[in-house]
């Protein structure tokens, strides 16, 4: 709460004029903020009666811009339930009275309407506010697109984190013969001097292939065009297996 506004009984908002009686018995500038007589019982910040924001001279600036970021959120989110709701609705915001309109709003539209004026409403008065305390509109946008940037890309991180613990979760268990050939790999051989080690090994195709045609050894399969890009691919796949190489000092 500003003294000027108990003083001089006007809105640090909206600058807004009170009779004394006026302003005793409604407490409440036009722009919609709340004031408290008692300065010592003054809120931080916080919802008030029939969706207006309380403030006070102890909200840090901190809080405002934590709260207008939310709102950012908020109304991003909305727009993404109601794609072009915004371009339609918001002209109808000053004068939405909860109530469906014939040849404006419809009935369903209620309630779309209502959350975007609760989210307009809250953000025009902490911006109000802001500006009451003499902090420039470009930097209060500034620091809000900041802080959305950071909020938005905290989440992404959290969510890439969650799908990386899902994907070592369902990460694929080796067979004995995967095994087999992940042992072979570490021999870092090519072409046929890896495939006659698999036999040496004794270490045939997987049966899926052989089902399809392949010959029975890693060998003879390896002069085929269609069963060698085959064995090329399975060694690429196993090789993600092999324990990272120590780099020498």
């Given at each position: 709460?500003?003294?000027k506004?108990?003083?001089?009984?006007?809105?640090?908002?909206?600058?807004?004029?009170?009779?004394?009686?006026?302003?005793?018995?409604?407490?409440?500038?036009r722009?919609?903020?709340?004031?408290?007589?008692?300065?010592?019982?003054?809120?931080?910040?916080?919802?008030?009666?029939?969706?207006?924001?309380?403030?006070?001279?102890?909200?840090?600036?901190?809080?405002?811009?934590?709260?207008?970021?939310?709102?950012?959120?908020?109304?991003?989110?909305?727009?993404?339930?109601?794609?072009?709701?915004?371009?339609?609705?918001?002209?109808?915001?000053?004068?939405?009275?909860?109530?469906?309109?014939?040849?404006?709003?419809?009935?369903?539209?209620?309630?779309?309407?209502?959350?975007?004026?609760?989210i307009?409403?809250?953000?025009?008065?902490?911006?109000?506010?802001?500006?009451?305390?003499?902090?420039?509109?470009?930097?209060?946008?500034?620091?809000?697109?900041?802080?959305?940037?950071?909020?938005?890309?905290?989440?992404?991180?959290?969510?890439?984190?969650?799908?990386?613990?899902?994907?070592?979760?369902?990460?694929?268990?080796?067979?004995?013969r995967?095994?087999?050939?992940?042992?072979?790999?570490?021999?870092?051989?090519?072409?046929?001097?890896?495939?006659?080690?698999?036999?040496?090994?004794?270490?045939?195709?997987?049966?899926?292939?052989?089902?399809?045609?392949?010959?029975?050894?890693y060998?003879?399969?390896?002069?085929i065009?269609?069963?060698?890009?085959?064995?090329?691919?399975?060694?690429?796949r196993?090789s993600k297996?092999?324990?990272?190489?120590?780099?020498?000092?």
């Open positions: 709460m500003h003294a506004c108990i003083s001089h009984l006007r809105c640090g908002v909206c600058s807004h004029a009170y009779t004394n009686s006026i302003f005793l018995l409604n407490n409440q500038g722009c919609g903020r709340i004031f408290a007589k008692d300065k010592k019982k003054a809120p931080v910040g916080g919802p008030g009666p029939k969706g207006t924001w309380i403030l006070s001279d102890d909200t840090p600036v901190s809080a405002i811009l934590q709260q207008l970021t939310t709102l950012e959120l908020s109304l991003a989110a909305w727009e993404e339930r109601y794609p072009g709701g915004r371009s339609r609705y918001e002209q109808f915001v000053g004068i939405f009275d909860g109530e469906p309109r014939a040849g404006l709003w419809s009935a369903t539209a209620v309630p779309v309407i209502a959350e975007l004026k609760e307009l409403g809250k953000r025009e008065v902490l911006i109000r506010e802001l500006l009451c305390r003499g902090h420039d509109r470009a930097v209060i946008d500034a620091a809000i697109h900041k802080n959305v940037a950071q909020v938005r890309e905290q989440k992404t991180k959290e969510l890439l984190g969650i799908d990386e613990a899902a994907r070592r979760k369902k990460k694929h268990r080796l067979t004995s995967e095994k087999n050939i992940v042992e072979v790999l570490r021999l870092n051989l090519k072409g046929p001097d890896y495939c006659n080690a698999l036999e040496e090994r004794k270490i045939p195709p997987p049966q899926a292939w052989i089902d399809e045609g392949c010959p029975v050894t060998p003879l399969a390896y002069k065009p269609k069963w060698r890009k085959r064995i090329q691919d399975e060694k690429h196993l297996y092999l324990p990272p190489r120590k780099t020498p000092r």
